[in-house]
């Protein structure tokens, strides 16, 4: 999408991640996540912004129910504006790996996410990478954690990237990712999922050879502001050579890691982005609705698909995995 606009007047765009939007007719469900994002998503369409951007994890287990994306796409589809989405790993799956770890009863690998399910996404949401140019802001979205797989779609993320210093410049470039690209700092060491003190580290975030890679890309092309979710808490923000690094809260679904962080923000809610003349406004807009867990049933974390018991849905009939 491009703009050709010139006119100095203000306007707004949004960022939110995680909204993780389930049903009743799975093996589990949350209403609370649901009931969260709706009343986010009233929030967001009295705000009149040109478009929001959606940093992935639109569902609760889009990788394996299909109609999720359907769901999903229903659900944005209402807002008065545009959607630009990237994937989250409940949408497609988790980053690759070889090896499982030992701190939880999953088997990374059969999470590993496929070029078909990223592929599926694309179909019902647009490209997982993407950039574009408008009133003269550069907007970049990319599934970083395709990195290091091997698949076609990593391929992609690559060529874009480097691309990008040749196309035409902006005087704001905006990026959003789904994974942290780091924990603490972009040089901390390669984390190894077998070791169960360092397991947490290695699923919240990239690889140190496609992070350190990422940066330098990133840094290349003048990234100024780099909104990142899948943890679903918030820190203040972080600046990173002339990249101001926003980790965000979720706009539905709980916290995770909160209790390492005395400054971690566990609150529900949206960025609200000021484009002004001076430059970009950003501003935390807490959910309007902040209710505690309700009517839950169903296991947590990423249970096998023959682990799951589709009884218990309290709306038939129940789903399929597809």
Known sequence: ??????????????????????????????????????????????????FLLHGGDLTRDGDTHEIEYQLAREDLDTLPFPTFAIPGNMDVGNKHTSVSGTTRNWNDVELNMTSERLGLFASWFGPIHWTFLYRNVRFTGFFASVAGSGLKQECRLWQMLENIPNLPPAKHHVAVMHYWPFMEQPD??????????????????????????????????????????HVHTGRPQQEIDGLKLYRSRSAGNSQQLAERWHDADTRYGFHKCDVTESGIEITFVPGNDQCDEFGTFGPWGHPAVEERDYSVAEEQPPLTPS
């Open 1 to 50: 999408m491009t703009h050709t606009q010139t006119a100095n007047s203000d306007w707004t765009f949004l960022h939110a991640c995680d909204s993780h939007l389930g049903t009743p007719r799975s093996y589990r469900f949350r209403p609370a996540i649901n009931k969260r994002w709706s009343a986010i998503k009233e929030q967001m369409a009295s705000l009149n912004p040109e």
């Open 188 to 229: 901390e060491p390669e984390w190894d999922i077998t070791n169960p003190d360092e397991y947490d580290n290695w699923y919240f975030s990239l690889d140190r050879e496609p992070r350190l890679r990422l940066m330098e890309l990133l840094k290349a092309a003048s990234v100024e502001v780099l909104f990142c979710g």
